[in-house]
């Protein structure tokens, strides 16, 4: 995002195979799960700088490196205005102010650019994650995706309250009763498992008729939890996928 490299990183391999934008140096090492890091490859790597989004681990990782927690979420008020100031806080603690305000700059032109390219009278979108092959996440208004909505005049179906990070698990069968046009977000793991197993059953299907309307199956190429690029390269995708449906 700021053109600063990173000796290590958690949930490293899983990030790349959800994003694939080679943002990230190739010889960065993998630290495990990002609520239990590999303390002692940590130790070893001699960072300069640790941050991180969970104050449970700042005693342990304050004694390898000094540490800050800089996360976006839980998102609180304007979507779009805490992924600015997540950016800058980011940009602030490395030193690349000026690199931030241009990014963001750069993201409202591209936005205001992708947002006259949406065909006019657009329903509201409900945006879907499949979990398993019978529970979705549904993003909700205090989701990173709900700033990208904001800044393209177009409306999120679901307002229902959510967890930390903006999402609410929801049962397929639910899924007829709420309004708003499909949007699914065809993740790895729907790519490679999910989607097959829900084409060849009944029940999918038999709720997509019942839902009506033209479903939009949405490529991921970003991490969903992420910040202004992932956000930027969702809007690009979504308006890209209504301009052909």
């Known amino acids: 995002m700021l053109d600063i490299g990173s000796l290590g990183v958690t949930q490293l391999e899983t990030y790349n195979e959800w994003a694939d934008n080679g943002l990230i ?9 990002g609520s239990m890091p590999n303390l002692e490859l940590i130790s070893h790597l001699n960072p ?20 800050e927690n800089i996360s976006l979420f839980p998102i609180t008020g304007d979507p779009w205005q805490a992924v600015q100031d997540f950016t800058l806080a980011l ?9 931030a305000r241009r990014l963001i700059l750069e993201s409202e032109q591209q936005l205001a650019r992708l947002s006259h390219k949406i065909p006019t009278d657009q329903a ?31 409306t999120n179906a679901w307002n229902k309250p959510t967890n930390h990070v903006g999402v609410s698990t929801v049962s397929i069968d639910e899924l007829p009763a709420i309004e ?14 999910i989607g097959d197993r829900l084409n060849r059953g009944g029940l999918w299907q038999a709720l997509l008729r019942l839902r009506g309307g033209n ?12 910040g202004l690029p992932s956000a930027m390269r969702f809007a690009e995708t979504l308006v890209e996928t209504l301009e052909d449906t």
């Open 25 to 33: 140096a190739d010889d960065a090492i993998e630290l495990g799960f």
């Open 91 to 99: 940009a602030e603690r490395l030193g690349h102010q000026e690199d």
């Open 48 to 67: 300069s700088l640790v941050i991180g989004g969970l104050t449970r681990l700042n005693e342990k990782l304050s004694h390898i490196a000094p540490t």
């Open 215 to 226: 479903t939009i199956y949405l490529p991921v190429n970003y991490w969903t939890l992420g």
């Open 124 to 154: 509201p979108l409900l945006i879907i994650q499949f979990r398993d092959d019978r529970h979705v996440w549904i993003y909700g208004e205090d989701s990173l995706f709900q700033g990208i909505l904001d800044q393209l005049d177009l």
């Open 180 to 193: 708003g046009r499909l949007v699914v977000l065809k993740s790895p793991h729907y790519t490679s498992s």
